[in-house]
C-alpha cells in the first residue's frame, strides 16, 4: 500500500499474454493493470508473490517462471508501470531457480528472498540482490545433514539484519523447519517441525512466513498437523532458539526430551487432547 491507500498486488496467470499482471486497485476499487508479462522477449512469467515498494514508489517482486534461462526472474516496475528485469535466476553456476516468495528491503535498498528449487545442492537458496541488479547467494540449503529444503516463503528481517523463514521440507522429520540466515550467509535451524513424530502433534509443512513481535518471538503456521491434523499456529521464544530444538534427534517413543519443551503454550507441538498427552492443562 502507497501513501495514498492504493493496493498493489500480482495474479498468477491472466494478463494480456496469459502470464500473470501486477495490478494496482485504488481505495474506491478501481483496477489498473500496471505490466502484462509476457510483453517483451526474457520477460518474467507466473508471479505468486506480493510485491515490496521503495521509497520512490518502484515496485519490486519475483516471478517463478521465465527470464533468459526460464528460472524466474526479479522485476522492477515504475510508479507509471514501466517493467525490468533486474535478474535472471539461472545466469551463473549454482544459482538459484524458481522463486515464488517475495522480497524483503534493508535500509539500503538491497533485497533478499528465497527460490524454492536450485543451489549448490538443488535444495533451494537465500539469496541476495541490490537495487541494480547485482546477486548473490547468502546460502544454499541441503549443504549440511537434515538441512532445511525448499523455501516457499517470504523472509522476516529484525533490526541486525539477520533473516528468519521456514521451509515445508527438511529437518530432522522432514515436515519442514524455522531458520535464521546472518547477514554474512551463516544458517542455523531454529526449530524442526515433527509432526507426529512423538505424542506432541506438532505442525508440519510450513508454506508462509512468520512475524515478530517487539519481544522477538516469531510466529507462523503449518499447512498440516496439530491435534486434529488441520495445522497449527505456533510461537518461538527468542530465549528458546539457544536450546537447539530439533538439533539431536530423540529416542523413538519418548514423547518429552531435554530439546524441547515442557510448556506447550509457546507453540512446539500441541498436545492432542484426551489421549494422555502431556499438559493438557495448556
Do not use: C, W
Request: proline share 5%.
Amino acid at each position: 500500500m502507497d501513501a495514498s491507500g492504493n493496493l498493489y498486488g500480482t495474479t498468477n496467470i491472466g494478463g494480456a499474454y496469459s502470464d500473470g499482471t501486477v495490478l494496482k486497485i485504488t481505495p474506491s476499487g478501481t483496477e489498473t493493470v500496471l505490466h502484462s508479462f509476457g510483453s517483451v522477449t526474457n520477460d518474467g512469467a507466473y508471479p505468486y508473490a506480493g510485491l515490496v515498494m521503495d521509497a520512490s514508489g518502484n515496485l519490486y517482486g519475483t516471478t517463478s517462471r521465465g527470464g533468459a534461462y526460464s528460472d524466474g526472474t526479479v522485476f522492477k516496475i515504475t510508479p507509471s508501470g514501466t517493467e525490468s528485469i533486474l535478474y535472471s535466476f539461472g545466469s551463473v553456476t549454482n544459482d538459484g531457480a524458481y522463486p515464488e516468495a517475495g522480497l524483503v528491503m534493508d535500509a539500503s535498498g538491497n533485497m533478499y528472498g528465497t527460490t524454492e528449487f536450485g543451489g549448490a545442492y538443488s535444495d533451494g537458496t537465500v539469496f541476495k540482490i541490490t537495487s541494480s541488479g547485482t546477486e548473490s547467494i547468502l546460502y544454499s540449503f541441503g549443504s549440511v545433514a537434515e538441512d532445511a529444503t525448499n523455501p516457499a516463503a517470504r523472509l522476516m528481517m529484525d533490526a541486525s539484519g539477520n533473516l528468519y523463514g521456514t521451509t515445508a521440507g527438511g529437518g530432522l522429520y522432514d515436515y519442514g523447519t524455522v531458520f535464521k540466515i546472518t547477514p554474512s550467509g551463516t544458517e542455523s535451524i531454529l526449530y524442526s517441525l515433527a509432526g507426529a513424530y512423538f505424542s506432541y502433534y506438532d505442525g508440519m509443512d510450513p508454506q508462509s512466513g512468520l512475524v515478530m513481535d517487539a519481544s522477538g518471538n516469531l510466529y507462523g503456521t503449518t499447512e498440516f498437523g496439530g491435534a486434529y491434523s488441520d495445522g497449527t499456529v505456533f510461537r518461538i521464544n527468542p530465549g528458546d532458539y539457544s536450546k537447539g530444538f530439533g538439533s539431536s534427534k530423540p529416542d523413538e517413543g519418548s514423547p518429552a526430551n531435554s530439546n524441547y519443551p515442557s510448556d506447550h503454550s509457546k507453540g512446539f507441538g500441541f498436545s492432542k487432547p484426551d489421549e494422555g498427552s502431556p499438559a493438557n492443562s495448556n
